[in-house]
């Protein structure tokens, strides 16, 4: 079975940048379609990014478009999410999960991923 890995996660002062990386584990030649969801503690994990499985359609939540850049390499088989102009509230533990059909679907529902990461922390500081 697949196992999302994420990397990249840390602390940042706000105003700073990361990339978060998302690799499936073991590795494969399948491309997937990729969702990164957040949870913040005490609340629910949500939609932040999504891309498709060809890398053709590309979905973001409202807090953080203009800020984000998700994209994927398939040769690399590796998904990764820039993130800019970091604000504290972005503080969470980011997923990254793995669709596992090319049928259609709605990249903004947790139901949508069949495979979920362990998550990495990111922590950013006022």
């Known amino acids: 079975q697949v196992q999302p890995v994420e990397s990249g996660g840390g602390l940042v002062q706000a105003g700073g940048s990361l990339r978060l990386s998302c690799a499936p584990s073991?590795?494969?030649?399948?491309?997937?379609?990729v969702g990164w969801f957040r949870q913040a503690p005490g609340k629910e994990r949500v939609f932040i990014a999504g891309?498709?499985?060809?890398?053709?359609?590309?979905n973001y939540s409202d807090s953080v478009k203009g800020r984000f850049t998700i994209s994927r390499d398939n040769a690399k088989n590796t998904v990764y999410l820039q993130m800019n102009s970091l604000k504290p509230e972005d503080t969470a533990v980011y997923y990254c999960?793995?669709?596992?059909?090319?049928?259609?679907?709605?990249?903004?529902?947790?139901?949508?991923?069949?495979?979920w990461g362990q998550g990495t922390q990111v922590t950013v500081s006022s």
């Open positions: 891309i498709s499985w060809s890398g053709e359609t590309i």
């Open positions: 999960a793995l669709r596992g059909s090319r049928s259609f679907y709605s990249p903004y529902r947790t139901t949508s991923y069949n495979y």
């Open positions: 073991p590795p494969t030649t399948s491309a997937y379609a």
